[in-house]
């Protein structure tokens, strides 16, 4: 037996090893398969079954086709790197539901597809570095429910939408440097429960993306190094976990002192190469154990004693020396005693005859009368100074200037010269009636503008001209009727747009032209009761559409065509008594939270939902007047649903409701109105279903609260874990 098995065995490997493809190299022993720079066309049909290791690098592949690598259903590990892939065809790895490593490093890949990474259900490190991907579609990552690693940099990403990720419940660490990425949704990041290093470095990143970031509880170390980020503001970072942070070679030009407030565990802070002048004491950073300031402009003056001798009292680690004055260049900060940290005297006037010295030509305007400079943090301010005329002579170095309550009127052409390097301008509550043709000219760097409580009303189609990167515009609370038409044309970055409070009626074509790059808009508490068909069609990246507070009877259904990424939809608050069928059809792809509270809603229809299901993550349907719902069963990726303050009639028609109800593991405030034995009850809890026909029927027809409870622990699993606490809170229930 021992002699025959032999022979088998000899013949078995005899038989592999003739399989072996023309151009590769096979370790039977190993099973491995190395097909390196062979010029090879399409994946080798005559690769031995049992491979486990598949290299493939250097060859000319285009198209990975559906079903490629169906006849090697072992492998653990392919390369397929430099193979000038193109497109991923929909199925392309199915069948290699072992593959624990695959490799599409430095190919032209520009899109992933829904079902392009299907079948990899054991994958743990996925490498896209070097590719052309421009645009990830929903569901990319939705089987890779083992995946550890994900590598994506070096691609062209430019922006991440919310849930992009959903599916790594696992993910360990996701690397997104070197990309052109601008704006993160922001809940780019929430289905990422095990994340602990997130890379974002070498990116365009003009802010800190907050409100993206705290999703991140469990995250300890983030990388946001060599973005053009240039101010931290109050409680910007709010991550429980984050012990490393860096944000080295940005444009730091100043760190608010509670920055950090609301990230307790954080232990090293890079901040090399800014143009960091100074820090103000991070009273916030309880936890923080070392700083590194090394290659930034600091100023070792008194302005910087606080920071120092926080430094010293929170016995925080420094590494940095002194850029000035002259005397102190070249010290390490943490070699400097208070004493020497000295602010000179004012500088006498030059003389006529000698020529004064010239320090930096780009800061060396003088302040305004009667306005603060600050050259260390390049901020200008003449808050609340009853200024009539907008104040010329700031340093030309200023990024951030503050003229918040004035008495200014009109802001005339050419109103801010030689302010270049302006990055946020503040003008709210200034009286402005009026802002001219040219008036922001000059302003090539701006990105916020916050116009908020003035008197505009309609503003020139010249009105931004200068100002190509503005990308935030604030006009809540002015005196707008309807949009200003053409305003948007010369905003090819405009990416944020605020008009809430103001009295627009209507929305009208031609409305948004211009702002095809918007993707939130943002205009609640109008007197809005009409939508044209294609009022919000130019603004095709829309993801938030907030139109809560006005008087809009009906869902504007034919106004939602053509956004295919709108993900959040709010008409809270709209007299709008029906919901017909269909009314979300148009963005049934792509919303996932819907809000239609406090509308004295009284009928939905039962097509109402036609099109939404798995991707709905939040419904709110609180403080209405309806006794009934459609039947909402295919809402299955809820993590949200208020049906709190609804006077439901707990008859037999309900019973699919109060049968839903018992899987979901979320309180969702569900009472009866009526009839008058049931009225003030949960809906879970009335008995009035009892006489139903069917109700023994089903996991949820018991009658006992323990069977109800065992019924909904399977449900509890398929949730993620997700508690019952956690939706309470999260729907306000």
């Known amino acids: 037996w021992a002699l025959l098995l032999l022979a088998a065995a000899l013949a078995l490997e005899g038989t592999v090893a003739a399989r072996c493809p023309t151009p590769c190299v096979c370790d039977n022993l190993r099973a491995h398969v190395l097909c390196l720079n062979g010029n090879l066309m399409a994946i080798p049909s005559t690769i031995p079954q049992l491979t486990k290791k598949l290299d493939l690098q250097g060859n000319s592949f285009t198209v990975i086709p559906v079903g490629a690598f169906l006849a090697t259903p072992y492998l653990t590990h392919l390369d397929l790197q430099r193979c000038k892939v193109e497109r991923l065809e929909e199925g392309a790895f199915r069948g290699l539901g072992r593959l624990v490593y695959l490799n599409l490093a430095f190919n032209s890949i520009a899109l992933l597809y829904q079902e392009s990474l299907d079948g990899l259900s054991s994958l743990q490190q996925l490498i896209l570095e070097g590719n052309r991907i421009e645009e990830i579609q929903p569901g990319a990552f939705g089987h890779l429910g083992s995946l550890t690693v994900l590598d994506l940099r070096a691609n062209a990403l430019v922006y991440l939408p919310d849930m992009v990720f959903q599916g790594l419940q696992v993910l360990r660490w996701l690397r997104l440097s070197h990309n052109a990425l601008h704006v993160l949704g922001s809940e780019a990041f929430t289905a990422l429960p095990a994340l602990r290093r997130l890379s974002l470095d070498h990116n365009e990143l003009q802010a800190l993306p907050s409100e993206a970031l705290a999703r991140l509880d469990g995250t300890t170390r983030l990388d946001l190094g060599h973005n053009p980020i240039t101010y931290v503001a109050e409680e910007a970072l709010a991550m429980a976990s984050l012990k490393h942070l860096s944000l080295d070679h940005a444009a730091l030009q100043d760190v608010a002192p509670n920055a950090f407030a609301r990230s307790p565990q954080l232990r090293t802070l890079d901040l090399r190469e800014n143009q960091l002048r100074g820090l103000p004491p991070l009273a916030g950073a309880g936890g923080l154990a070392r700083v590194s300031l090394a290659g930034n402009p600091l100023l070792c003056s008194c302005l910087l004693r606080p ?80 200024l009539r005329k907008i104040p010329w002579g700031f340093p030309r170095d200023t990024r951030l200037l503050n003229l918040r309550q004035n008495a200014f009127g009109t802001v005339p052409p050419d109103a801010f010269p030689g302010l270049k390097e302006l990055v946020s301008l503040h003008l709210q509550s200034c009286s402005i009636g009026a802002l001219r043709p040219g008036a922001l000219r000059g302003l090539e760097s701006l990105v916020y503008l916050y116009l908020t409580d003035n008197r505009l009303s309609t503003l020139a189609a010249t009105a931004f001209e200068g100002a190509p990167q503005l990308a935030y515009l604030d006009l ?123 509308m004295g809603l009284e009928q939905i229809s039962p097509g109402a939902f036609t099109g939404l299901g798995p991707k709905i993550r939040s419904l709110y349907l609180e403080s209405n007047k ?3 719902i ?93 508690s019952p606490a956690r939706g309470f809170k999260k729907s306000r229930a």
């Open 307 to 386: 920071f120092h001798d926080w430094l010293a009292r929170a016995r925080v680690q420094v590494e940095g020396a002194c850029a000035a004055p002259p005397a102190l260049r070249g010290r390490p900060l943490d070699s400097l005693r208070p004493p020497e940290m000295r602010c000179g005297h004012p500088r006498l006037p030059p003389s006529p005859v000698t020529p004064p010295e010239q320090p930096r030509a780009a800061g060396s305007g003088q302040c305004p009368q009667g306005c603060a400079c600050s050259p260390d943090f390049r901020h200008g301010s003449c808050e609340n100074k009853d």
């Open 476 to 598: 809540d609370r002015n005196a707008f009727t309807r949009l200003p038409m053409g305003a948007f044309q010369l905003l090819p970055n405009l990416i944020s747009l605020h008009l809430q409070h103001n009295a627009i009626r209507e929305l009208a074509d031609g409305d948004l032209a211009g702002a095809g790059g918007l993707r939130w808009l943002y205009l609640a508490g109008n007197a809005i009761g009409h939508i044209a068909p294609a009022a919000l069609a130019p603004a095709k990246m829309l993801e938030k559409l907030h139109l809560e507070g006005n008087h809009l009877a009906e869902v504007p259904t034919a106004s939602l065509w053509g956004l295919p990424t709108l993900s959040e939809l709010k008409l809270s608050r709209n007299p709008i008594k029906r919901v017909g069928d269909s009314a979300f059809l148009p963005v049934a792809s792509s919303l996932q939270h819907l809000y239609l509270d406090n």
């Open 626 to 628: 309806m006794s009934h």
């Open 630 to 722: 459609p039947d909402m069963s295919n809402f299955t990726g809820l993590d949200i649903l208020n049906l709190r303050d609804v006077p439901f009639h707990c008859d037999c028609q309900l019973l699919p409701l109060r049968r839903w109800i018992d899987k979901l593991n979320l309180r969702i405030g569900a009472t009866c109105g009526s009839p008058a034995e049931a009225r003030g009850l949960k809906v879970k809890l009335s008995t009035t279903f009892q006489t139903c026909p069917g109700w023994g029927r089903g996991k949820a027809g018991g009658t006992s609260p323990n069977k109800t409870k065992a019924a909904s622990k399977p449900s509890k699993k398929k949730r993620s874990g997700k």
